[in-house]
């Protein structure tokens, strides 16, 4: 099953191979390809402004017909996560996008799977590289699942999002975290150095830094280094939420976000929590 240009990109096998736990954490939000991509059966392939106009083999309809746009500041851009949370027999096109007028930065938020996530944050003239997850209306209700609606995200409509392929016209989605993100050393929020962005004013630090800080906030000490972290988090779910409890006390708030919460009521996210 492929698109028409036949191309399925180079070393495609590093954005889809199998992760142990310890890495499902510490390489957080994982590799994405540069530009679209499309995943499609647990292949990968490159997505272009010809494949969305001149469609491909993979469906009849057009690509990005009937799906729903929603931004991908952390995992959720990578062909790792995407195939992790939808599995293989899903179709899931992806395109590049720019935000404009803000970072991506890490959580006060610890995930069931040890990782601390990110999130977007106004920063004024900062243009961050991220992509569009384009999703049917089952894998929207999914993500929304994997995304701990109403308790670790809100679900959001998007301002500032610039399409870097033309797209179909229309607001643009996304997830915002809801307990705020993690402050630094100088009250300001700290940006995910694995995320791509041009004038950024906050400083960028590693998942095993920030791991670093969350110990040192929660006097965890029993929890560092970093692996030994990762595999309490884990196997501890009350431990886990008494420390993301603690980090509300060196947490950042937004009262003006640029974005709209859209309120969804969701069953089931407690697996993702």
């Not at 929890?223 to 886990?240: S, Y």
Request: one cysteine or more.
């Amino acid at each position: 099953m492929k698109l028409k240009n036949d191309f399925e990109p180079a070393g495609s096998r590093a954005y889809l191979g199998e992760l142990s736990e310890h890495e499902r954490a510490s390489l957080y939000p994982y590799m994405a390809p540069e530009g679209g991509y499309l995943l499609a059966k647990g292949r990968l392939f490159q997505l272009n402004q010809r494949d969305l106009e001149e469609g491909n083999l993979v469906q009849a309809a057009p690509l990005l017909f009937g799906r729903t746009p929603v931004l991908a500041v952390g995992s959720n851009r990578a062909p790792y996560q995407l195939l992790r949370k939808f599995g293989s027999e899903a179709i899931v096109p992806v395109t590049p996008a720019r935000l404009h007028d803000c970072d991506v930065v890490h959580t006060a938020l610890v995930s069931y799977y040890g990782a601390i996530p990110c999130t977007a944050f106004p920063s004024s003239g900062t243009i961050t590289e991220l992509k569009v997850v384009w999703l049917n209306e089952e894998q929207l209700l999914h993500m929304h699942n994997t995304e701990g609606i109403g308790i670790a995200y809100d679900y959001v409509e998007m301002q500032g999002v610039e399409h870097q392929l033309k797209v179909p016209a229309g607001p643009v989605f996304g997830y915002a975290a809801c307990l705020g993100v993690l402050a630094w050393e100088d009250t300001q929020p700290a940006g995910l150095a694995a995320i791509a962005a041009q004038a950024r004013q906050f400083k960028t630090v590693s998942q095993g830094e920030v791991v670093q800080r969350v110990c040192k906030l929660t006097n965890l000490t029993k929890a560092c280094p970093v692996e030994q972290f990762i595999t309490t988090m884990q196997a501890d779910k009350t431990l886990r939420e008494e420390v993301i409890g603690q980090l509300q006390t060196h947490s950042i708030q937004l009262d003006q976000p640029p974005w709209r919460v859209i309120p969804v009521s969701m069953d089931g996210i407690d697996d993702y929590l």
